[in-house]
């Protein structure tokens, strides 16, 4: 019998243990958000293609042999670096010549200097003023033919010159198409040059769009940082002639640095642009999504004793952007609003500011 009533006893106070509420618990503790009047920015998704700076499809200025293949498809370039060598057994023969025509040029001009000099040292008495006049002349004769000369000797240079294509600027070889032993024109495309490191994107906009985008509008390339996450970019330039058929226009923006793609990628990129309108936002966080389609948020309002009582409201959102939801019915915009810890709150639960709020 004593047994019986102290198995009794037992199962009592277990049952007081777990159904009497732990009053001695502090509230829960969360994080508040007031509800925001700003600006409205609408933000467009884009998909657009990563394209070079410069790209450029090499030719010779001179015809000739190719006896020199410098660079191979893929091959990463310095501006000026030999890429194409031509024959220039020739060009290097009449250059030598050019120069020695020059300098020879050059001596019978200090000849002729010499004997004006000494014609004129002489005195008008002791020589015809015939003769003073003829060395003149033969000394500007003499300038004459070495200028004549010169020419000659600086355009055999440039033709020499020719015979090397070199790299105009920094980048990476695309294509080749010149092989050893080929005979080359002038406007035979011998090999592409990429520029890799300057990167353009071109994205085609709605033209709706194109009125409204202004300096205060943003492009962000998504998953371009070093985490995955998105970079700006600056918008370089907005092409008018829209394409007739999609009705957009083509926003040309120069890729951010570090940004890491090659020309042909496809990018994507959300364009941010003022609608110029008023309107209550509150944080993404802020928002509860229910499986029937209800949006709600959670209204913190202050209670004794430094706490809040919480009651779901729901409402109605609008457009997105950045880490703010537009909200059009359902909200006053003196709000305060639950944006960490609603996961697991009920109507009319007393709660507690936690340490960090948010803003």
Known sequence: MRQHRWRHRLQLCLFCALTTPAWGQDPPGVQLAAVETSEIVEEVRLTGTVNALRSSRLSTA??????????????????GDLLIGLDDEQATFELAGA????????????????????ARSLGRGNIAATEVSTRETDVAAAQAALAR?????????????????????????????????????????????VDTDHLR???????????????????????????????????????????????TFLLRAIAPE??????????????RISTGKQGLTVSRDAINRYPDGRVTVWIAEPTDGGLYAVREKRVATGT????????????????????RGNESLEHGMTVRIAERTAR
Do not use: C
Not at 157 to 185: C, I, K, M, N, Y
Not at 223 to 246: R, T, Y
């Open 201 to 247: 994107l071109d994205f085609q906009v709605p033209q709706e769009a194109y009125r409204r985008i202004g300096e205060d509008s943003e492009l962000l390339i998504g998953g371009a940082g070093p985490e995955g996450d998105s970079m700006a970019a600056e918008i370089d330039a907005l092409v008018p002639v829209g394409e007739s058929q999609s009705r």
């Open 258 to 271: 570090g940004f890491a793609a090659l020309p042909g990628m496809a990018v994507e990129a959300v364009l």
């Open 320 to 339: 997105g952007f950045r880490d703010r939801v537009v909200v059009v019915e359902g909200l006053e915009g003196h709000e305060q609003v639950v944006v």
């Open 99 to 118: 120069r020695a025509e020059t300098e020879e040029a050059r001596a019978r001009l200090e000849e002729a200097r010499r004997r004006l000099d000494e």
């Open 149 to 193: 000369l010169q020419a000659a000797e600086a355009h055999r240079e440039v033709v020499l010159r020719r015979h090397r294509v070199e790299a105009p600027f920094d980048g990476v070889v695309s294509e080749r198409s010149s092989e050893l032993g080929e005979w080359v024109t002038p406007g035979d495309a011998l090999l592409m040059l």
């Open 62 to 79: 001179v015809a000739g042999l190719v006896n020199k293949v410098a660079v191979e498809t893929g091959g990463k370039v310095t501006q």
